[in-house]
């Protein structure tokens, strides 16, 4: 590849990156030598010519643009040219000699506060010229920010716009907001995608983990909960960055230049500047040549003096629920806090300050702003029905389900009163209450699709198939717009073996939601098991490409090649998803099968090993360490991993795999010399559901 010319020009002087779509070069003009440049080479989703044809026409108005943004503005990365050559399309870019911010912020060490709001007054002005010129950048990430080396000025490169429409590819989903996902991006997505990169470099995250942010969501809001005791942030930067981050797209900042309005005003607080009319009371002053200006003087103190306006405990109240109603939360918190101090016995203030605090996510603070509501007023259906939810997030399931209880006898018509307590009930396993509350929430709101997913996926858990599939028709016929349904119809019939007719709905609900990382994982699985190589790689890699980071899509591509025979590719995967998650007991045992087929009997024992380490219940891992030590002719060590192998299957109820393991137990207990037994399956550990 090196030593290649590009468009007759560009020398190829080294590989940067290589993925499925987009491959980085360094390169430099042949013309002009020793002038370098970037390179991204973009595979277009499609060969067809007649779509190729509609690509060479959006790529070129997408280059257009962004060409003309590096011209005017000094801290955008130049496009330097964009062309065409075999069905691939080509973007050629500035050269930008520094680092980028992965190498300041992802390094597992928090920033302070002052160093996290510098970034961002800095990147927020960038994009405001960006989204004045009608472009969203599309792909905020910590490495498509880069701080120059000759001016330590921050640039910003790699816009996301002219690479998804070749591509159809989004940025990695650790930055991305839901309706960028649905392929509709706004203005605030590029906002959203900062916000999440301040949050990980309070918080002092390494890059591999930023993307556990997105699984620490409020199950009931959506939005992230990141703020705990151990991070130093102030309460006014984290009610910026909570409003940045915002699930709901119109609850967010609707334009970059309110965030840096906010910011501007935050550290003008932090480090307060002389006020215009201090500034004239000195000037005055240093002035001073009669008694008649002292005179003056002490009329502007006594003139300036504020005037004293009182306010009760009721209009603090409304104003509190005004800015609650506008989603300035600890806005609202300060206000419903001053309400209480002049009026103690307000219950009111208490249970919406409560409220304040369950949306800031601080669960314990609205449990006991619930708790003392309901001690003012013990009638009060709301505070029971807060406290519930608050209950919840804190894992305290039956406490939870006594408050909805209550909210539910004091208003017997709040469908969401049963529905919170129907998801209470099944952290409980009372699947029988769980589904009765699912079904009064659904008579007393008949649209409610959340009610009939969440009874729909207690029912088809519980193999109640037909009424589980009624119920995902259901929010079909509600919202045929919904992938997850699709998804859930899936599972059931993937769990009946009917793979076609599973593949069938996990293909709508791609369809629905071409982000819809679980459905292609799920695909890839059957078309493996199918035997259909190319279609299973073509999902395992669009997952990895959604999620990069998720350990358990790089485990099922390593089962699906090793399968297939690539051991090599298996022992990358099973290795990369053991690097994601050091705790992935699945990986090991699965590295250790390829290991064991290899012939590398020392690194299959190991690996069995660890995994048994991890969950010391695992009877497959058991089982194959058994196989593994009758290879190294070690007896008694196989005797003693099958009858493990045994007890564990027998107590799980997995009939095959018990009289495998039976049959191997028999054959090195009946007969003095260890008979080679076959090699374990090639997908051992049970696909993801």
């Not at 078309?527 to 279609?535: A, D, F």
């Not at 990369?576 to 007991?585: G, M, R, T, V, W």
């Amino acid at each position: 590849m090196n030593g290649q010319i590009l468009d007759a020009r560009y020398r190829i002087l080294k590989v940067l990156n290589v993925d499925e779509v987009i491959q980085t070069y360094l390169v430099e003009d042949a013309i002009l030598p020793g002038s370098q440049f970037i390179v991204k080479q973009l595979h277009p989703a499609s060969d067809h010519l007649q779509d190729l044809i509609g690509l060479q026409s959006l790529f070129t108005d997408e280059a257009k643009t962004l060409q003309q943004l590096g011209q005017e503005h000094d801290q955008i990365q130049k496009l330097v040219a964009y062309f065409e050559e075999n069905k691939e399309f080509y973007l050629v870019q500035e050269f930008i000699h520094g680092n980028n911010l992965t190498e300041e912020i992802l390094l597992g060490t928090p920033l302070t506060e002052e160093e996290v709001i510098s970034f961002l007054l800095e990147v927020l002005a960038i994009l405001a010229f960006v989204h004045s010129r009608g472009v969203m950048h599309r792909d905020i990430k910590p490495a498509n920010i880069i701080r120059r080396e000759s001016d330590k000025k921050l640039v910003l490169v790699d816009f996301g716009a002219v690479q998804e429409v070749v591509t159809t590819i989004v940025g990695n989903l650790e930055y991305v907001p839901v309706e960028q996902l649905r392929g509709e991006p706004q203005y605030n997505s590029d906002i959203y995608a900062l916000g999440i990169v301040a949050i990980a470099a309070l918080i002092g995250l390494p890059a591999n983990e930023v993307s556990r942010l997105q699984n620490q969501k409020s199950l009931l809001t959506g939005e992230i909960v990141w703020r705990d005791k151990n991070i130093k942030v102030s309460r006014q930067l984290a009610k910026i960055i909570n409003k940045m981050v915002r699930f709901d797209y119109r609850k967010r900042y609707q334009s970059v230049t309110e965030v840096l309005n906010d910011l501007q005003e935050l550290t003008t607080d932090q480090h307060p500047q002389p006020k215009q009319n201090q500034i004239k009371i000195w000037l005055i002053m240093a002035g001073i040549v009669s008694c008649i200006t002292i005179g003056l003087v002490t009329w502007f103190f006594q003139s300036s003096k504020p005037v004293v306006t009182t306010v009760n405990s009721e209009q603090l109240y409304q104003e509190g629920v005004r800015k609650y109603q506008a989603g300035k939360y600890q806005a609202a918190v300060d206000d419903f806090t001053q309400a209480i101090e002049l009026d103690p016995q307000n219950a009111l203030a208490y249970n919406k300050r409560g409220n304040a605090f369950y949306q800031l996510g601080n669960y314990q603070q609205a449990q006991a702003d619930s708790s003392k509501a309901i001690s003012l007023n013990p009638q009060n259906a709301n505070a029971y029905y807060d406290r519930g939810f608050s209950l919840y997030e804190l894992g305290k399931y039956k406490e939870a389900i006594a408050d909805y209880t209550k909210a539910i006898e004091l208003n017997s018509q709040n469908a969401y009163a049963y529905y919170g307590r129907g998801l209470a009930r099944v952290q409980m396993k009372d699947n029988k209450g769980a589904n009765e509350d699912f079904s009064t929430a659904i008579r007393l709101q008949p649209n409610y699709t959340e009610a009939y997913l969440q009874r729909g996926i207690l029912r088809r858990r519980l193999k109640i198939q037909t009424t589980a599939m009624q119920d995902f028709e259901a929010i079909i016929n509600i919202d045929a717009n919904d992938a997850r349904p699709y998804y859930q119809k899936g599972l059931i019939h993937a769990s009946n073996n009917q793979k076609y007719a599973a593949i069938r709905e996990y293909t709508q609900a791609i369809n629905r939601n071409p982000n819809y990382a679980a459905a292609y994982l799920n695909r890839g699985d059957l078309h493996s098991e199918l035997g259909y190589k190319l279609e299973a790689n073509e999902d395992y890699n669009t997952v990895l490409q959604l999620n990069p980071q998720w350990a358990a899509a790089y485990n099922h591509r390593g089962m699906h090649r090793f399968s297939f025979g690539n051991y090599q590719g298996a022992i990358e995967d099973h290795t990369k998803a053991i690097e994601l998650n050091s705790k992935d007991a699945a990986a090991y045992n699965n590295r250790g099968n390829v290991n064991l087929q290899l012939g590398n009997h020392k690194a299959a024992h190991e690996d069995y090993s660890k995994a048994i380490a991890i969950n010391s219940k695992y009877g497959l891992a058991y089982y194959n360490r058994g196989v593994t030590r009758t290879k190294q002719r070690n007896k008694q060590g196989a005797i003693a991993d099958f009858k493990q192998a045994v007890r564990l299957f027998q107590q799980t109820g997995q009939r095959e795999s018990l009289k495998d393991a039976q049959r191997e137990l028999n054959l090195l207990q009946n007969r003095p010399t260890p008979v080679t037994t076959p090699s374990p399956t090639p997908s051992p550990t049970p696909r993801r559901r």
